[in-house]
């Protein structure tokens, strides 16, 4: 796969969207991954679709979480095959 396998979708000045941040910057420093970061009020299909639940974080392009980001769980997405 190319480009990052993490996505955070965001909005500026979410708390929960920081505490996200830091979980994801963490893990995917420790595994060598890369994320990408989208603001929700850039794209208002977006800003639409995930009001109530920021931060969602996607992992390969599916859904991984809301509101909070597992460490351990992200860990696990992002090491396991299959």
Do not use: K, N
């Not at 920081?18 to 910057?25: F, M």
């Not at 995930?50 to 979480?65: K, L, N, S, W």
């Amino acid at each position: 796969m190319t480009g990052p396998r993490v996505t955070l979708y965001s909005r500026p000045g979410c708390h929960l969207c920081d505490d996200a941040r830091a979980v994801i910057e963490q893990v995917c420093a420790e595994l060598g991954e890369s994320y990408d970061e989208v603001s929700i009020d850039d794209d208002p299909e977006l800003a639409g679709r995930f009001a109530h639940e920021i931060p969602v974080t996607y992992v390969d392009g599916r859904q991984h979480d809301f509101w909070r980001v597992d460490p351990v769980r992200l860990r696990r997405a992002l090491t396991t095959t299959g």
